[in-house]
RNA sequence: UGGGGAGUCGCCAAGUGGUAAGGCAACGGGUUUUGAUCCCGUCAUUCGUAGGUUCGAUCCCUACCUCCUCAGCCA
């Protein structure tokens, strides 16, 4: 359950691109494609990229693929491809037709490299890494032509035909696309194109110990599937001649062509695939899907919504610029789905005992979910005689501004009576431990006669209140930007206080929420119940979303 | 010091030879039984810097500055 409201795509470079492409008739309808490998958990940059290549193919009604670059069989593994699958469908996008593999391909790209080693513009070369650094050259000097750069057609062929059928150790030969040597772009420097290495993949299995190349993979896969424009990010602009010269020199009709944009970075987070997983292998978190993670299934496990993160790339745009995103663009996109979808109900963090020393047994009151939106229903709020309030609700001395509670001062409970404290009961060290306080009987549904009471504060009655574990998110590290320097490690950045849990109290009509259910708990924040904790009947458990806007805090952090 | 990119408000981001959209944030004010929401208003004489072309430049030209990126048989 999401908003429905789809606002206007805002223009960028990629849309004019498109625009222009189907002006002049390059193409009838766009495909897009999703490229990940399926070598670890998608995060909040991946979702970028989904949104904007299915969101492109929503908008000019064209398609858009599911690719997994499954091209390196170490790295890649089964769970990774269904957790990818399952993240993208709950960000609300399906692809085009079945899931395409690069592996679906094997075939053909074998093919390919003979016919580039036919035409003179491949060859096997016996070079060991190391010695492939060296003939490299530097990012200022050329790189020398390899010994074995020369071999014939008929060589190469048959060297490859044995590379393929297992004769060679791991490592022991590669093929290379014979570019050129002294070229200012390091990618054309005869790149490797397909390398021996005997690992199981996971959709293949052991049919193959050759495995085919990124960038000679991309293209080719691209081309295959019709792909009008191949989206990556700004790091892939130096392969772009390197994907233009593959498809040139192939007898492939088709010739995508890629544009690049430039990644996504958010402040207090970090969105590199090996750190998180570092992350995840020395517990620093959870798991992938822990709540604090900038992963797709850590923000879903937090209560962000598929619509809030749509939301969010709609509004940070796309563009080719270095950029660092302000948290609260993200908070801003997601409140703002929350706001129109989660029912309100009560719940109370830190509790302070409250007795109403004017008021036998019970009263109950019905209250609407959502004060904009009662098609959403009601529930029944209790009244007793024994309450509890959010200790931050109370001061003994009102400080300037202060709306709230304080000795002497009346407020408005929330769906409830005016009530005013009368005695603050302290422990030995002082510490405010209860509240005695009286209501005003008329105020039920109105207000009071002579006088203006301005606060509301939550409450919970003792008797009828459930207790539930309640997880208080905070962002994850320190600084605006934890991987900034090169020198320094980004855990010495971690929050020690992103995780706070508390035992608190809820509102008996969430008692059977199934895992999953968002609310707003009133003047605290949006909380989801989790989805593993968090059981129905039992054991409540809920996760802190994101706060409410609080501009109290704010102004009293200022005094 | 080679190649490839980028520099427009605190953070994103449109835009174009004709006199700077929008969002977020911020700041005022109004409504409110959530200090939320909602509503109203304010917020770049200026587009990295310096020259030049032009009636006119953020947009064209030149030079410079800053930042990012590339030397995997990773993607």
Redo the contacts with the bound molecule.
Sequence with gaps: MSSTRTPAP????I??IIDADLARGLHNRIVTRF???P?GYLHVGHAKSICLNFGLAEDYQGQCNLRF????P??ESDEYAQSIQEDVRWLGFQWSGDVHW?SDYFDALYDFAVELINKGLAYV?????E???EY??????AGRNSPYRDRTVAENLDLFARMKAGEYA?????LRAKIDMA?????M?D??IY???RAHHIRTGDAWCI?????Y??CISDALEGITHSICT???????PLYDWVLDNLSIACHPRQY?F?RL?L?YTITSKRKLLQLVNNQQVSGWDDPRMPTISGMRRRGYTAAGIREFSR????????????M??M???I??DL??IAP?VVAVIHPLRVTITNFEGAAEREADF???HPELGSRVVSFGRELVIEAD?FAEVA?P????LSLGGEV??????VMRCDEAVKDEAGRVVELRCSIDHA?????PEGRKVR????FLSCEHALPAEIRLYDRLFTVPAPD?DKEVDFCTYLNPRSLTVVPGWVESSVKDAAPETRY?????GYFCSDRRDHQPGGKLVFNRTVT?????????G?L
């Design positions: 805002v223009s960028n470079f849309r004019a490229p990940p490998e070598n670059d499954d091209t390196n170490e790295k690069a070369d016996d070079l060991s890494a010695e492939m650094r490299r050259g530097t990012l200022t000097q791991d490592g022991a030969k590669v070229s200012s772009n390091i990618n420097r790149p490797a390398r021996i290495r495995y085919p190349m990124y960038d993979t991309h700004l790091e892939f602009e130096d392969h772009r690049e430039s970075e402040h509004r940070i745009g796309v563009s080719k610029s270095g950029n660092s995103v302000d609260a663009v908070e801003g996109a409140r703002e706001e129109a309100r959502h004060p904009q609700d400080p501004g202060w709306k709230r408005r409970l929330r769906h409830s009576y105020t039920l549904g109105k207000n606060g509301v504060i939550h900034a707003q708990f009133e003047r605290l409410l806007k609080d501009s109290w805090t704010k102004e009293a200022s």
